[in-house]
Nanobody, 127 residues
Framework: QVQLVESGGGLVQAGGSLRLSCAASGGTFSSNAMGWFRQSPGKEREFVAAISWSGGTTYYAESVKGRFTISRDNAKNTVSLQMNSLKPEDTAVYYC????????????????????WGQGTLVTVSS
């Protein structure tokens, strides 16, 4: 089964940008739909963005549309999340997710069924 490792988190000021990366190893990267979820203290894990096997279909949470962009490079076995115009409410631990069923990673409740998670990377946005 594929293994995932996130990187790129850090501390930024409101209005700034960060690019998160998720590196995959083992399994077959191109056979998995990929996505990002996030979780802040006292809240359940929530959906952020998802991308299909081919990269031809993407979904975004309403709260990040127009600010975040998900992409994947199957040749390099990576998926990225470009985050622009960051807000304090974006502060959370961001988790990369992989699943054989694309639908699983396209809504908040889908986190309960995700097959593979990365370890998470912390994003802190100061005001």
């Amino acid at each position: 089964q594929v293994q995932l490792v996130e990187s790129g988190g850090g501390l930024v000021q409101a209005g700034g940008s960060l690019r998160l990366s998720c590196a995959a190893s083992g399994g077959t990267f191109s056979s998995n739909a990929m996505g990002w979820f996030r979780q802040s203290p006292g809240k359940e894990r929530e959906f952020v963005a998802a991308i299909s096997w081919s990269g031809g279909t993407t979904y975004y949470a309403e709260s990040v549309k127009g600010r975040f962009t998900i992409s994947r490079d199957n040749a390099k076995n990576t998926v990225s999340l470009q985050m622009n115009s960051l807000k304090p409410e974006d502060t959370a631990v961001y988790y990369c997710a992989a699943d054989s069923d694309f639908a699983t990673i396209t809504y908040d409740g889908g986190y309960k069924y995700v097959e593979v998670w990365g370890q998470g990377t912390l994003v802190t946005v100061s005001s």
